[in-house]
């Protein structure tokens, strides 16, 4: 498990660069765990060996991943202007599915599509 921590402030371009580099790992969705300053989640248990903080690694924002159209790209950018705890993992869930599912943005009876709605 990876932990990213954000600040309640982090833009897309924060959240894209660590991202990148957790695509790169080929980290599924369920292997982060994004928390921002923001939650109002208990860091107890947390440990300094699997924590990453912003900024990343310089090129980290460089780091090779696939595809995204920009609809979805769009979308992402949608995602993170809110100010929910969750959106981090949401958006990260959405940019891995729409590398394997190309289609993923005309499901609209798909929860994680009908979730960024809400």
């Known amino acids: 498990m990876k932990t990213v921590h954000l600040p309640g402030d982090a833009d897309f371009d924060a959240w894209r660069a660590v991202a990148r580099v957790a695509l790169a790992e080929n980290r599924a969705p369920e292997q982060v ?16 060996s699997d924590a990453v903080s912003v900024p990343p690694v310089a090129g980290a924002s ?13 979308l992402l950018r949608v995602i993170l202007r809110h100010r929910d705890p969750a959106r981090f993992a949401l958006a990260y869930r959405l940019l891995w599915r729409l590398q394997r599912e190309k289609a993923l943005l005309e499901i609209a009876t798909d929860p994680d599509i009908r979730e960024r709605r809400g």
Request: glycine letters at 6%; aromatic letters at 6%.
């Open 33 to 48: 765990e994004w928390v921002s300053s923001d939650a109002a989640q208990s860091e107890l248990f947390q440990t300094a």
């Open 62 to 74: 460089e780091a090779p991943v696939g595809h995204v159209s920009k609809a979805g790209l769009t």
